[in-house]
């Protein structure tokens, strides 16, 4: 298995060093909002065709499910790769995105790397060999409780607006009772720090399974919980709840009354 991280973590760097690169010419680029846009798709796309590429390389057989590309190729092992969260930061020049890359083997996760290439830090994680961040043993933080905690989320856009009423009253309640939110635009990172215990809860409706499937195996790696804020498999419903255990289960208790209160607009 740690083959299969090696590559990813290749993978996740010549990815994270197009962003970068082409970050520089975006700074540059005088461009309409919409020239804007096409310029960081090409991005992405590059980004994804250089991590497959790397995969496709030294596992030929391999399946890839990728954001910008879809699925192809079929078996036992599939890829699941973002090749750049945190787009709508990115393209705003806001220094917050990564790399994410988790391998599934016969639908169980098996390895997880989300990369961020501003700060150059590397997330990493194996089934039972727990989280690396820059190759030293991270965990979840060991707070016991809502108060005092720091909470990651991230805001229903425009296609989860049915979200948007049940949510605000979750972000009421959570600003009540907690040290703060922080809402940063990228769910790889997102649960990488969770992991990394930088903050002890974190959750989000309608994200993709490539926002989430390598930072999920870390949270868990790391000894955290995550569940669905819905019923079903959290990678296929993209509503996610993780934390330390404490918090993940204090946050559930405030957070899952709002979805019985509010059903979501249809
Ligand atoms: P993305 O940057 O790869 O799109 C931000 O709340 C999180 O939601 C990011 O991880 C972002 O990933 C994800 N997301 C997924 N689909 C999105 C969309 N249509 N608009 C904005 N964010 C989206
Ligand atoms: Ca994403």
């Not at 425009?158 to 309640?173: A, E, F, I, K, Q």
């Not at 509503?239 to 009354?257: C, E, T, W």
Request: with cysteine; aromatic share 8%.
């Amino acid at each position: 298995m740690q083959a299969f991280l090696n590559t990813a973590v290749k993978a996740a760097r010549k990815a994270g060093e197009i962003a970068i690169r082409a970050q520089r010419r975006l700074d540059e680029l005088e461009v309409r909002e919409k020239a804007r846009n096409e310029f960081v798709t090409q991005v992405d796309q590059a980004a994804e065709q250089a991590i497959i590429a790397t995969i496709r390389e030294r596992y030929p057989d391999h399946a890839v499910l990728a954001e910008e590309s879809g699925r192809s190729g079929s078996g036992e092992f599939e890829w699941i790769i973002d090749p750049l969260d945190g787009t709508t930061n990115y393209v705003h020049g806001f220094p917050v995105f990564a790399i994410s890359i988790a391998l599934r083997r016969r639908g169980q996760l098996e390895a997880g790397v989300v990369y961020d290439p501003v700060r150059q830090e590397l997330f990493t994680t194996l089934r039972g060999s727990g989280v690396q961040l820059d190759g030293r043993r991270v965990r979840v933080s060991g707070r016991r409780e809502l108060d005092g905690a720091l909470i990651g989320t991230g805001f229903p856009y425009r296609s989860n607006v049915r979200w948007m009423t049940p949510y605000l009253g979750m972000l009421r309640d959570v600003m009540q009772h907690t040290a703060g939110i922080r809402r940063p635009g990228s769910a790889a990172l997102d649960l990488a720090y969770l992991a990394a215990g930088r903050t002890d809860g974190f959750f989000e409706f309608g994200l993709e399974c490539w926002d989430i499937a390598a930072g999920l195996l870390m949270v868990q790696e790391a000894g955290g919980l995550v569940t669905g804020l819905t019923p079903g498999p959290v990678l296929e419903s993209g509503n996610i709840l993780a934390g330390s255990p404490k918090v993940h289960d204090a946050l559930r208790d405030l957070l899952l009354p709002h979805l019985n209160a509010t059903p979501p607009a249809a």
